[in-house]
Every structure is written in C-alpha cells, then in structure tokens.
C-alpha cells in the first residue's frame, strides 16, 4: 500500500493542485446534485446496477456518501485520512463483489461531467486547462486507490494459495475458457446448419414436393430454432466477456422449441391431447419469463 506522499509524488502532484482544488471547492458544491442525478441515470444502463443497489435504502446511503466524496474531490485536504477514505471504498466495494469496471466507468462519466460543466461555467476562479490538470489527477489517484483494492485481493487469494493450488487454479481457468469456447463454436456450427436446413425446406416448397402450408410451417419452427440458438450465442458471448448467466434466455429458447413442436404437431389430425399438454406448458414457460422479468425489473430501482 502506497503512502499519501508517495502517491502525490507519482502522480506529480504540486502544492497549485491543492490550491486548485480549493479554489473550485463551491463549483463541487452547486454540482453535486445535478452529477448524482445524472451518474444514477448513466447507471441504470448497466445490467447488473440492481443487484449491487438493491432497495431504495442501500441507494439513498450510497447517494449521500456519493455526494460527499463529490464535494471532498475539491474541498478536501488531500491528506492520510482523505487516502484512508479511499482505501475503505475500495474496500467496500470488493466486499460487495462491485465489479471494477462499474468503478472505473463512473469515474469516466465523472470525469466528463466536470469537463462539460467547468467549459461552461462563467466565473471560474482559476483557468480553464489548470483546473482540468488538477482534476484529472484527484480523480486518476483516486479510481487508482479504489480499483487497487481489487487488485489486493486477488492478488492475496492468489498469493494464500500453494503451488499446487495456484496450478490447479490457473489450469481450470484455462480449461473453463476453452469450454466456453467450444460451446460458442457448436452453437455457431448449429446455426449454420439449421441455415442450410431452412433452404432446404425452402427448395422443397419451390420444387412442390411439399405443400405451401406445410412448408410455411415447418420454416417458421426453423427459424423460430434458430432464434433460440441466436439467443444462447448471445448469452454465451455476453458470459465469456465476464456478465453473470441469465436464467431467461433458457426459458425464452424453452418457448422457441415447445412453440415449434406445437406447429409442427397442428398439421398431424388427431393430436389434440398433445397439443393441450403442450399449450399448458406454454402458458407455464410463459409465466415463468413474466415473473422473472417482473422480478428483474422490481429490484432495479432506476427503471
Ligand atoms: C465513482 C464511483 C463510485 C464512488 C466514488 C463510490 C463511493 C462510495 C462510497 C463513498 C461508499 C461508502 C463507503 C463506506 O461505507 O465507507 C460506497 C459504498 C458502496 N458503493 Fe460505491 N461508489 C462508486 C461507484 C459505485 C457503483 C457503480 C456501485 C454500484 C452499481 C456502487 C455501490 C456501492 C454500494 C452498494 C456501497 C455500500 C453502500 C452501503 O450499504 O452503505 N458504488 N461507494
């Protein structure tokens, strides 16, 4: 862990900084409520904002304490205690499994937001590219403190562990990733199949060896296959970038292939008992999704 001085000393930090800083300490002041406002809405875009913001009390504490770092970045005295403040929110949010990236994106959209509202700000008490240098710098010390937490700690759990361990460790990683790799390329090989599979059933429409309405049928329930396997590709892209899996894609492609058996059983006569068992679970899949959605969308307090 780095001291104060030597973080200031890397980060060329000079005494204007502070003076700086101060200097802009109302400018933080007036801009605190409009950049939580704003940083809250910029959030709500992420996936996974309502699971580290569950409930309306956890995002009011976080909203104050967010506002008060705001006002800090500027008013406060860039000392021991304010670098012991960013060790404990770094802290915090490696006990809550924050990922870094949500961190280091918000400093990004921070970053722009004082950029945009110093441009257009009529009395600013020192120059525009001085006042720039000295935020640019509070705010890389400090998305360098709280992402450093991140890095402790895997670095420790990797460091606890034994040679054999660390071994085990990195050979099921490797392997976890060639899994997910070889799931994406079946998937991938699957589509492309299905694809020639839909032509197929096209030609045979064209050339009359089957009939329209069949055809039409059969290459909906195609299609609809081949949505699903569209889906799960997405997913399992979207899981191999780091996202946590999602349980409605699987229900969704549930649906996909429970609707195709249902077009295809529609042109047998004399099916009907099927077809009722395959309408219940339909309805049941169906609700399945709604209620997941439902959920997802009660615990995101931003929507
Ligand atoms: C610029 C980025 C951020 C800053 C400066 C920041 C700042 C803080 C601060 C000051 C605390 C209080 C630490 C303490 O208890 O001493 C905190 C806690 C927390 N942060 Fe952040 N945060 C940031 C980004 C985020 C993001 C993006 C999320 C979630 C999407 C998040 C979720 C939380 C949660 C859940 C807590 C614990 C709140 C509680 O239960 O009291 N933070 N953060």
Same mark, same amino acid.
């Given at each position: 862990?780095?001291?104060?001085?030597?973080?200031?000393?890397?980060y060329?930090?000079?005494?204007?900084?502070?003076?700086n800083?101060?200097?802009?300490?109302?400018?933080?002041?007036?801009?605190?409520?409009?950049?939580?406002?704003?940083?809250?809405?910029?959030?709500?875009?992420?996936?996974?904002?309502?699971?580290?913001?569950?409930?309306?009390?956890?995002?009011?504490?976080?909203?104050?304490k967010?506002?008060?770092?705001?006002? *800090?970045? $500027? +008013?406060? @005295?860039?000392?021991?205690?304010? #670098?012991?403040?960013? /060790?404990?929110i770094?802290? !915090?949010?490696?006990?809550?499994?924050?990922?870094?990236?949500?961190?280091?994106?918000?400093?990004?959209?921070?970053?722009?937001?004082?950029?945009?509202?110093?441009?257009?700000?009529p009395?600013?008490?020192?120059?525009?590219?001085?006042?720039?240098?000295?935020?640019n710098?509070?705010?890389?010390?400090?998305?360098?403190?709280?992402?450093?937490?991140?890095?402790?700690?895997?670095?420790?759990?990797?460091?606890?562990?034994?040679?054999?361990?660390?071994?085990?460790i990195?050979?099921?990683?490797?392997?976890?990733?060639?899994?997910?790799?070889?799931?994406? *390329?079946? $998937? +991938?090989? @699957?589509?492309?199949?299905?694809? #020639?599979?839909?032509? /197929?059933?096209?030609?045979? !429409?064209?050339?009359?060896?089957?009939?329209?309405?069949?055809?039409?049928?059969?290459?909906?329930?195609?299609?609809?296959?081949?949505?699903?396997?569209?889906?799960?590709?997405?997913?399992?892209?979207?899981?191999?970038?780091?996202?946590?899996?999602?349980?409605?894609?699987?229900?969704?492609?549930?649906?996909?292939?429970?609707?195709?058996?249902?077009?295809?059983?529609?042109?047998?006569?004399?099916?009907?008992?099927?077809?009722?068992?395959?309408?219940?679970?339909?309805?049941?899949?169906?609700a399945?999704?709604?209620?997941?959605?439902?959920?997802e969308?009660?615990?995101?307090?931003?929507?």
């Amino acid at each position: 862990m780095e001291t104060i001085e030597q973080l200031k000393v890397h980060y060329q930090w000079r005494l204007e900084e502070e003076e700086n800083l101060r200097k802009l300490s109302e400018f933080g002041a007036k801009y605190q409520q409009e950049w939580i406002g704003r940083l809250y809405s910029y959030l709500a875009n992420f996936p996974d904002t309502s699971k580290y913001l569950p409930n309306e009390q956890v995002r009011e504490r976080h909203n104050d304490k967010l506002k008060k770092w705001f006002v *800090a970045l $500027f +008013a406060a @005295a860039h000392d021991a205690e304010y #670098l012991r403040r960013l /060790y404990r929110i770094g802290e !915090v949010h490696v006990q809550i499994g924050l990922p870094p990236h949500y961190v280091s994106a918000s400093m990004n959209f921070t970053r722009q937001f004082i950029y945009d509202k110093l441009a257009h700000e009529p009395n600013l008490p020192i120059a525009l590219d001085q006042a720039v240098a000295s935020v640019n710098k509070i705010l890389d010390l400090n998305l360098d403190v709280m992402t450093g937490s991140f890095r402790e700690e895997e670095l420790k759990f990797y460091l606890a562990s034994g040679r054999i361990q660390r071994f085990m460790i990195e050979t099921m990683r490797r392997g976890l990733w060639l899994v997910d790799l070889f799931i994406i *390329a079946a $998937f +991938a090989v @699957a589509g492309l199949f299905l694809m #020639l599979w839909i032509g /197929y059933e096209m030609v045979l !429409v064209a050339t009359g060896k089957t009939t329209l309405e069949h055809g039409a049928i059969m290459i909906m329930g195609s299609v609809l296959i081949l949505y699903a396997i569209s889906e799960l590709l997405n997913e399992e892209i979207r899981h191999l970038r780091g996202a946590a899996l999602g349980l409605k894609v699987f229900i969704a492609v549930a649906l996909a292939a429970v609707i195709r058996k249902i077009l295809i059983l529609s042109l047998e006569p004399g099916r009907t008992t099927e077809l009722i068992v395959l309408a219940g679970l339909t309805i049941s899949l169906a609700a399945t999704h709604w209620l997941i959605i439902h959920a997802e969308n009660k615990t995101a307090p931003f929507k």
